[in-house]
């Protein structure tokens, strides 16, 4: 995400961490930042000042898996999503 406010400011940004998320990586403008401490009700809120050209890079490695329902509702009794 490239952040773009017309002047520079300080305020937070903050960006959606599901609980299933394994290994999320986040950079402002290529420095890592520490999610696993900064994490509050699913949400992780990136605190500074900001200027135009600052940049977000998210990484999120998601490895497909499926999810069965449940057998005893039998309008979806042997579907599964991936």
Known sequence: M???P???AEFGIAL???SWSQ???IR???EALNTAENIEQGYL???RTW???DII???DPMEAHRIYAHPNLRADAQKVTI
């Open 57 to 59: 890079k998210v990484n």
């Open 28 to 30: 402002v403008n290529g």
């Open 6 to 8: 017309a002047v520079e």
């Open 51 to 53: 200027k135009a050209g």
């Open 23 to 25: 290994g999320i990586e």
């Open 45 to 47: 809120v990136i605190q």
């Open 16 to 18: 959606r961490i599901p």
């Open 2 to 4: 490239k952040i773009n």
